[in-house]
């Protein structure tokens, strides 16, 4: 007898069925590393969207993103090629916008979501320290001023050298180091987390527990339910090509 699909199978399976039908169709067999680390498609280069050639740093990372694109069952699709869209995005933005890209990144940094701390409920007090702590005291060493913490929604400015010390370190960076930390800065909230585990002081376990302590706290009252959990699990997705992106290109 056939087992029944629950409620939550059901709606994962229409929506992966709607999503299917506006994904392309793979259109080839082979996929192969070329000698200049590009992406060889039945013998066709690949390009970026901006029509630049996908060519890679490292042989890891090629053969990283060669693996995603063998993985494709019968359709493309982006959202399971996280490494791929992460080096699209370095060769047509890091080049053209990094000095707003470099803005972006101290932008987040003047109003760091690790600075601000709920003042209640306790547990959720208790959350915040635990994850958020950690990242304001490395980054009083790291970037030599401390971060200004605030409790609640009132602003609270953060002094000019420690925006000015953000923007020394990410101008310092190569164009794919910078479009890693961009990337994850806007995936976290927060510039000084993605700081901390860019210059390898921070486990990826520690970044993804500190990027999602108020969620998991609200997850610890109140459950998740599916839609929450299929959010979640996509942004986990993009967390992680984001972790495997760092550690080829550092």
Known sequence: MAMRETNDERMKRLITDSFK?????????????????????????VKTP??????????????????EWRAQDTHINPALMPVTKLANTAIDRAVSERENIIAEIVGYAGNDMVCYWADRPPQLVAF?????????????????????????LTHEPQPET??????????SLDNWNLTGLFLLTTLTGSS?????????????????????????YQISQWGLDWEARIRREGRQNDFNGLVHFLALVR
């Open 21 to 45: 039908r506006d994904l392309p169709k793979r259109f080839y067999k082979s996929v192969e590393v070329s000698d200049s680390l590009g992406i060889l498609l039945d013998g066709r280069s």
């Open 50 to 67: 901006s029509k630049k050639p996908l060519v890679l740093p490292n042989a890891a990372f090629a053969n990283l993103v060669a693996e």
């Open 128 to 152: 915040q320290r635990q994850h958020w702590q950690p990242v304001l005291d490395w980054a009083k060493v790291a970037l030599g001023t401390a971060p200004l913490r605030a409790s609640g």
């Open 162 to 171: 420690l925006l000015q010390a953000v923007k020394v370190k990410a101008g």
């Open 192 to 216: 000084l987390l993605s700081l901390m585990r860019q210059q390898g002081a921070l486990s990826a376990e520690a970044a993804w527990a500190a990027a999602n302590a108020e969620e998991d």
